[in-house]
């Protein structure tokens, strides 16, 4: 008897696993899946603001790895990836009715630390305000610096370059423009980009385009080697 045994239980699998519970940030920062438990049972919900403000928004149970969205055809992917979760539609077709045609939720959602969840990151941001107001501009570094560090996997294009045209001129601000030049040097490219270009693919951006461009080029300047 002990050898069927044997066999039986290299041949057992383990269930495949559910997401713990919590918000997930899509990396790059333009989605979330929240997982919730009431009781025994678990719910998840994703939210996704794609190309040109785009969204997808579907919700539905959880069992193991497998979402399924309410009284709909289509089923999502949730699997566990350590701290991550990997998120793919069962069949796109059945799912493609809850995006907009720019739209997509497939990816991996990251479990932020706790400095760099959504709250902690506004609080940080708010910070920085009041000490830059303050001209208290070592506080304000401090405030942002580990923001960039940490955090850029679950920051929103947008908030990622304010962040790094507000920490730019803090250094500016205490004389550091080396430091200035290298946070906004990824940002070059969006600088040199004529008005008249910025965001042409996305129009529902085009004014957060220009904005960030209209900044990013007077830091730019600030910073340059007298």
Same mark, same amino acid.
């Given at each position: 008897?002990?050898?069927?045994?044997? $066999?039986?239980?290299?041949?057992?699998?383990?269930?495949?696993?559910?997401?713990?519970?919590?918000?997930?940030?899509?990396?790059?920062?333009?989605?979330?899946?929240?997982?919730?438990? $009431?009781?025994?049972?678990?719910?998840?919900?994703? !939210? $996704?603001?794609?190309?040109n403000a785009h969204v997808c928004e579907l919700e539905g149970t959880v069992t193991g790895d497998l979402g399924q969205v309410h009284s709909d055809a289509c089923a999502v992917q949730l699997k566990v990836k350590g701290d991550a979760v990997e $998120?793919?539609?069962?069949?796109?077709?059945?799912?493609?009715?809850?995006?907009?045609?720019?739209?997509?939720?497939g990816g991996r959602y990251l479990m932020p630390t706790p400095s760099c969840a959504a709250a902690q990151v506004k609080a940080s941001r708010?910070?920085?305000?009041?000490?830059?107001?303050?001209?208290?501009?070592? !506080?304000?570094?401090?405030?942002?610096?580990?923001?960039?560090?940490?955090?850029?996997?679950?920051?929103?294009?947008?908030?990622?370059?304010?962040?790094?045209?507000?920490?730019?001129?803090?250094?500016?601000?205490?004389?550091?423009?080396?430091?200035?030049?290298?946070?906004?040097?990824?940002?070059?490219?969006?600088?040199?980009?004529?008005?008249?270009?910025?965001?042409?693919?996305?129009?529902?951006?085009?004014?957060?385009?220009?904005?960030?461009?209209?900044?990013?080029?007077?830091?730019?300047?600030?910073?340059?080697?007298?």
């Amino acid at each position: 008897m002990l050898l069927p045994l044997l $066999v039986a239980a290299a041949l057992w699998t383990a269930p495949p696993s559910s997401p713990a519970p919590g918000e997930y940030v899509l990396e790059g920062g333009n989605g979330t899946l929240t997982i919730t438990r $009431v009781a025994k049972a678990l719910s998840f919900k994703l !939210e $996704v603001i794609g190309a040109n403000a785009h969204v997808c928004e579907l919700e539905g149970t959880v069992t193991g790895d497998l979402g399924q969205v309410h009284s709909d055809a289509c089923a999502v992917q949730l699997k566990v990836k350590g701290d991550a979760v990997e $998120v793919a539609a069962k069949d796109a077709e059945a799912c493609r009715s809850w995006c907009g045609a720019r739209a997509w939720f497939g990816g991996r959602y990251l479990m932020p630390t706790p400095s760099c969840a959504a709250a902690q990151v506004k609080a940080s941001r708010g910070a920085f305000k009041r000490h830059s107001a303050a001209h208290a501009f070592a !506080e304000a570094k401090a405030d942002l610096t580990p923001l960039l560090e940490r955090c850029e996997p679950v920051l929103s294009r947008f908030d990622l370059w304010w962040i790094r045209n507000d920490l730019a001129i803090t250094l500016h601000h205490l004389g550091d423009d080396a430091g200035c030049r290298s946070v906004l040097e990824p940002m070059t490219q969006l600088a040199r980009t004529p008005d008249d270009e910025l965001g042409g693919a996305e129009p529902a951006f085009e004014d957060l385009y220009r904005k960030v461009a209209k900044a990013t080029r007077a830091n730019l300047k600030a910073c340059e080697k007298k």
